[in-house]
T-cell receptor, first 115, second 112 residues
Framework: GAVVSQHPSRVICKSGTSVKIECRSLDFQATTMFWYRQFPKKSLMLMATSNEGSKATYEQGVEKDKFLINHASLTLSTLTVTSAHPEDSSFYIC???????????FGNGTRLTVT | DQQVKQNSPSLSVQEGRISILNCDYTNSMFDYFLWYKKYPAEGPTFLISISSIKDKNEDGRFTVFLNKSAKHLSLHIVPSQPGDSAVYFCAASTSGTYKYIFGTGTRLKVLA
């Protein structure tokens, strides 16, 4: 079945540094990938839609200059958390879908801790 | 504004019995619904989906029911097994948007 790989699974960084998270679709081409953030005991909150070859579409309230998204190929999207702060600590999950109304396939998430 | 709601944050069920997880939505434009299962520190895993043209979809021990007039869907797991213990999210989308709105999840614990 379809597999989405996310890397790293866990990262600890210092305040002010930047962190890059990769999301790869392993056995299908994903023109669209999605980045979610999950707070403790909360739902998965959609942050942005990553479109291959064009700019990402950000949800209301998500700072595009802070959460940089690049979707350079049909199998790779990256999320860079710039100038990280402790409040950016969270569980970030990417997902990708095939065509039409097909289920999203999720990566295993990245636990980001900013100290 | 929470468009997809799971009002029960947790549910405990005895092994072998039926688990019923509920989900309500407010946006009448939603026409595709999914259930995901999530273990701690992992990404969600797709379980089962249903299109608005149906009112029931069954896959093994999992059945999803959709009541469009009530804007309500439910996931039935029978018989429940200890390995089913996880957080279950329902999600909804509108055709062609590729955007899925998730509920807040229900933590299911199946007791052996």
């Amino acid at each position: 079945g379809a597999v989405v790989s996310q890397h790293p699974s866990r990262v600890i960084c210092k305040s002010g540094t930047s962190v890059k998270i990769e999301c790869r679709s392993l056995d299908f081409q994903a023109t669209t990938m999605f980045w979610y953030r999950q707070f403790p005991k909360k739902s998965l909150m959609l942050m942005a839609t990553s479109n291959e070859g064009s700019k990402a579409t950000y949800e209301q309230g998500v700072e595009k200059d802070k959460f940089l998204i690049n979707h350079a190929s049909l199998t790779l999207s990256t999320l860079t958390v710039t100038s990280a702060h402790p409040e950016d600590s969270s569980f970030y999950i990417c997902s990708a879908s095939g065509q039409g109304n097909s289920p999203l396939h999720f990566g295993n998430g990245t636990r980001l801790t900013v100290t | 504004d929470q468009q997809v709601k799971q009002n029960s944050p947790s549910l405990s069920v005895q092994e072998g019995r039926i688990s019923i997880l509920n989900c309500d939505y407010t946006n009448s434009m939603f026409d595709y619904f999914l259930w995901y299962k999530k273990y701690p520190a992992e990404g969600p895993t797709f379980l089962i989906s249903i299109s608005s043209i149906k009112d029931k979809n069954e896959d093994g021990r999992f059945t999803v029911f959709l009541n469009k007039s009530a804007k309500h869907l439910s996931l039935h797991i029978v018989p429940s097994q200890p390995g089913d213990s996880a957080v279950y999210f329902c999600a909804a989308s509108t055709s062609g948007t590729y955007k899925y709105i998730f509920g807040t999840g229900t933590r299911l614990k199946v007791l052996a």
